[in-house]
């Protein structure tokens, strides 16, 4: 098994009255590609902060490479390339310009840190942008420059907060594939995310974070192993279901129903679902059923199961200001 290259034990953090993160313990394995999933307000920013010297816990320890570096930071970023939620780069200088800053800042040489960046501009897809302001580049681009600038040095580790949010689906997928690509050639990835599908497509072990805590960690095979044997149908109906998920549960033996507020109705069991007696109940009810089909197994319904947070909640995007995640 490969070593540990990051260790948190016992973080705590709080802002005022307010705790972000309480007793907040994980590893992460040498070139793995390790997800932070929960959601917006979670506490996933606050933990990266603290891995990355950005934040003090005020309880706990963290170990980067097998040392604490809590009294020395800067020494551990060395280690690391970081990518914030929000890029920190500088919209007045060209895309080639930012990457020789950033990699200046590392103490590259003047001709080392240009063949560097422009390896990356290439990479990544952003050569013909090389001499544009990072101001007109569009979302997508943005990150991906910013991915490019926290790995001009060449870290064995790198952060990522929410690398594809707000962002258009074609770049969302070339960025994943970007992603990707780093884990295989040996980089270490702590990736946070609120996208589930995003952390079950890359992630080999992922951690929920609710409210703070760390509720489950395991690999993401391991996780789907507890949804193997579950039937799940999913009606979308017309009209208010307060109050149906309890009443269904209590009228049919042996499922598990949910009325969510988006007009979907989700019933779960171990054996073969009847739909026909749950269409016929919702109708004696009130509603109109537009659609009943069968839901395959995802590590989205093992999110919903061991945190009790709706899938809707999390495929919100986070806002731009205000609040901590």
Do not use: W
């Amino acid at each position: 098994m490969a070593k540990s290259i990051i260790e948190a034990c016992a973080l705590t953090k709080r802002f005022g009255d307010v705790q972000a993160v309480a007793d907040v313990s994980f590893d992460v394995r040498e070139e793995e590609l390790f997800g932070f999933l929960g959601p917006n307000g979670a506490g996933k920013t606050t933990t990266i902060n603290m891995l990355t010297g950005l934040a003090r816990p005020d309880d706990g320890t963290v170990r980067i490479a097998g040392r604490d570096f809590s009294d020395d930071p800067k020494a551990a970023q060395a280690l690391m390339g970081i990518v914030p939620d929000e890029s920190n780069l500088y919209p007045e200088l060209t895309g080639l310009g930012n990457l020789c800053f950033c990699a200046s800042l590392y103490g590259m040489g003047r001709n080392e840190r240009r063949t560097r960046a422009l390896e990356l501009l290439e990479q990544f897809g952003l050569a013909d942008a090389a001499d544009r302001k990072f101001a007109g580049y569009s979302k997508g681009m943005k990150r991906k420059l910013t991915i490019a600038a926290g790995i001009i040095h060449n870290p064995p580790i790198l952060f990522l907060d929410e690398p594809t949010t707000g962002i258009d689906v074609a770049s969302a997928r070339q960025i994943r594939r970007l992603i990707a690509g780093l884990n295989s050639s040996g980089t270490t990835i702590f990736l946070t995310t609120h996208y589930i599908e995003e952390a079950e497509r890359l992630c080999r072990r992922i951690a929920f974070i609710v409210a703070g805590r760390i509720v489950q960690t395991d690999t993401v095979t391991n996780l789907m192993r507890q949804s193997q044997g579950k039937h799940i149908v999913q009606f979308s109906v017309s009209g208010s279901s307060a109050g149906l998920g309890e009443a269904m549960t209590s009228e049919f033996a042996n499922l598990r129903c949910q009325a969510h507020t988006d007009g979907v109705i989700r019933v779960e069991s171990s054996q073969p679902v009847r739909v026909g007696p749950l269409v016929r109940f919702l109708e004696d009810h009130g509603l109109e059923v537009s659609e009943a089909r069968k839901v395959r197994q995802s590590l989205e319904d093992v999110f919903v199961r061991v945190t009790g947070i709706e899938a809707t909640v999390m495929k919100r995007d986070k806002p731009k200001s205000g609040g901590r995640s």
